[in-house]
């Protein structure tokens, strides 16, 4: 089993729906990270959560700790959003040292038709 | 200034010569990474620079060779590379293990 889970793998709406990406983990995380990605490009830092819920424009991604489990929402989608999303969760191990390590998902591929 | 900058963008190089991407942040993270990535799958963790001392290495062949000059550069020096090696390279960097990633636009290498 992946110690991050994303669901779906793949996802085609019209352009102005809702669409919503889940992510669940199963390691110990200090924070979890939205990822957009692309095709061929390089990767763009969404958000980085450790708690509750965070905005930015037509994009919402909420965590909850105790379920270990994470969303992000899209308000209404355009075909600009099409991108692979990612979810990437930062673990610190239990040996300790200064830094963590991102553990990623195997991303949702979104296609949003005009 | 808050970005990851990588150079080349790409690159397309035989299995005998020796190249080096680079990578460049000016935002005073103290921790840098090389990601490879093939298509369709997440990012792999290659190497983690933690104030300029290689502190993960992820079992990577020697053909790929990291190095830290100073704080706000990272290197990776490419030698006799194999035709799988062709992938995206990435780099990111990070101010601490609270803190969030800023990722390059990476290097797309072709090994031929």
């Known amino acids: 089993k992946n110690e991050v889970e994303q669901s779906p793998q793949n996802l085609t709406a019209q352009e102005g729906e809702f669409i919503t990406i889940n992510c669940s983990y199963s390691v110990g995380i200090s924070a979890l990270h939205w990822l957009q990605q692309h095709p061929g490009g390089g990767i763009v830092s969404l958000f980085m959560?450790?708690?509750g819920k965070k905005k930015h424009g037509r994009l919402i991604a909420t965590i909850n700790i105790q379920e270990k489990h994470s969303s992000l929402h899209i308000t209404a989608s355009h075909p600009r959003d099409s991108a692979v999303y990612i979810c990437a969760v930062l673990h610190v191990p239990n040996y300790g040292g200064s830094q963590g390590n991102l553990i990623f998902g195997k991303g949702t591929k979104l296609s949003v038709k005009p | 200034d808050t970005e990851v900058t990588q150079t080349p963008k790409h690159l397309v190089m035989g299995m005998t010569n020796k190249k080096s991407l680079k990578c460049e942040q000016h935002?005073?993270?103290?921790?840098m990474y090389w990601y490879k990535q093939k298509a369709k799958k997440p990012p792999e963790l290659m190497f983690v620079?933690?104030?300029?001392?290689?502190?993960i290495n992820e079992s990577v062949p020697s053909r790929f060779s990291p190095e830290c000059p100073n704080s706000s550069l990272l290197n990776l020096h490419l030698h006799a590379l194999q035709p799988e090696d062709s992938a995206l390279y990435l780099c990111?960097?990070?101010?601490?293990?609270?803190?969030?990633?800023?990722f390059g636009s990476g290097t797309r290498l072709t090994v031929v």
């Open positions: 620079y933690s104030y300029e001392k290689l502190s």
């Open positions: 935002m005073g993270h103290r921790a």
């Open positions: 990111a960097s990070s101010r601490g293990i609270f803190y969030g990633y800023t």
């Open positions: 959560l450790s708690s």
